[in-house]
């Protein structure tokens, strides 16, 4: 057997052995074998005659795509994770990276890259990096021609470290701003818009005279229920009496923090049961101490939701429904009821595969997977409004929605670098334009979001 093919049948049982391996009761090792076999023979096939010979990236990333090609066979949601998307996946679930914390676009005309954005809070807000900035040198290497993702290549380093970055300002001479790396966190819960005096830091009432606060929950990792419970104490302290969940196009996230949100709301009930593949339950349930937003009967609550709301989610919603806290206005939602576990590979533990190791169930027993749903209810899956509490949108509508949430991410930069820069005329956000050079959505008109209109009446009435 040429080395080649014998280095593959040494390498391929450690990516896929393990996956294969996964289960109540393994099948035989000769089983095993036969099945690795046919992908060690594939590859000698491809080695020895396949129109171009591969090199080492190539070959890699062609055994990825077997392995996830056989796992998205099972479903959409398992998949191999290579070394680099597990340290990404594990970043999105701690809910923090390190970095300067910048957004960058692409000047074609200069040939630079340019900030879009700060992050508020980070080292680049802080350091006084403001929107519009050109990034011309990163150390001693200049970034002429470098696009976003060359010189984000040459930004990235260890928390703690130091970067120095040459930028070109209107109105004055190329500068130099010495930055140290820190940990950027991304922030899960966001309210109704940034305070101008500290953008860092959000405004929670949609409605200050009814006193009606509203938070935004965009994804459940490590700071979820943490972000939330802070927001709901700030919204109480300064008197709120009715509140809004927004979950829309919220993915999902973490179980343990869709239990723990849940949580914060409910006295008592159960919150989500999980089944196993051989049959096993696990429920959990409110505890009594430690909720949030009370009395129930005084001060009520909407969950906002629609087709993109997952996951995670889907669990708060029906938990919030189905113990009758609160009310759900929007749309149907996603229907995603399936677990999925991590489990990391042999040797090094570096590579991992993302199994769907269980099913979820709302609190009244009802099945939440649309691709679950049993012949008899076919219709049974996701979270629906309550009645009445339908609120469709149309497809400019979402558009716009989508638009203005992303608007409600937008900081200038540090409030007294702005006002130094800019005076009282800070760059808008700009909407991306099309081919016909018109802006993507139309935003020149105010947006009436008829689902918090919705949310807004019910709350209103109840008070």
Known sequence: MPLRNLIWLLIVPALVGIGMAIGYSAPSPDQDYKLVRQIVEVMAEVDANYVRELDDKQRREFVEKMINGGLKSLDDHSEFLNEEQLREFEKDNEGSFGGIGIQLGWDDKEKLPRISQPLAGTPAYDGGLVAGDYIVRVGDKDTKDKPGDETTSLIKGEVGTKVTLTIRRAGRPDFPIELTRGKVTHHPVKGVSRRADDPTKWNWFIDAEKKIGLIRIVGFNELTEKEVAVAVVEIEQAGGKGL????????????????????????????????????????????????????????????????????????????????????????????????????????????????????????????????????????????????????????????????????????????????????????????????????????????????????????????
């Open 244 to 463: 809004i969940i927004d979950l829309r196009g919220n993915p999902g996230g973490l179980l343990k923090q869709a239990i723990k949100v849940a949580d914060v709301f409910l006295t008592e009930g159960k919150i989500v049961t999980t089944k196993d593949r051989s049959g096993g339950e696990q429920s959990s349930s409110a505890a009594k101490s430690g909720t949030l937003f009370l009395p129930a009967d005084q001060k009520p609550i909407v969950v906002l939701v629609n087709g993109s709301s997952a996951s995670a989610s889907e669990i708060v919603a029906a938990a919030l429904q189905d113990n009758g806290r609160a009310v759900v206005v929007g749309e149907r939602t996603y229907g995603k009821g399936s677990v999925q576990s991590l489990f990391r590979l042999a040797p090094d533990q570096k590579t991992g595969v993302k199994l769907t190791t269980q099913t979820w169930w709302r609190p009244s027993g009802k099945n939440m997977d649309r691709k679950s749903a049993s012949k008899d209810n076919a219709d049974e899956w996701g979270v629906y409004p309550d009645e009445g509490m339908a609120v469709p949108f149309s497809k400019e509508e979402y558009l716009r929605y989508a638009l203005e949430f992303v608007k409600l991410d937008y900081v200038v930069g540090r409030p007294d670098v702005v006002a130094e820069v800019f005076g009282k005329n800070p760059p808008p956000f700009l909407v991306r334009k099309g081919a016909d050079g018109k802006p993507v959505v139309d935003d020149s008109k105010p947006f009436e979001d008829r689902q918090i209109t919705r949310a807004l009446e019910h709350i209103r009435k109840k008070l």
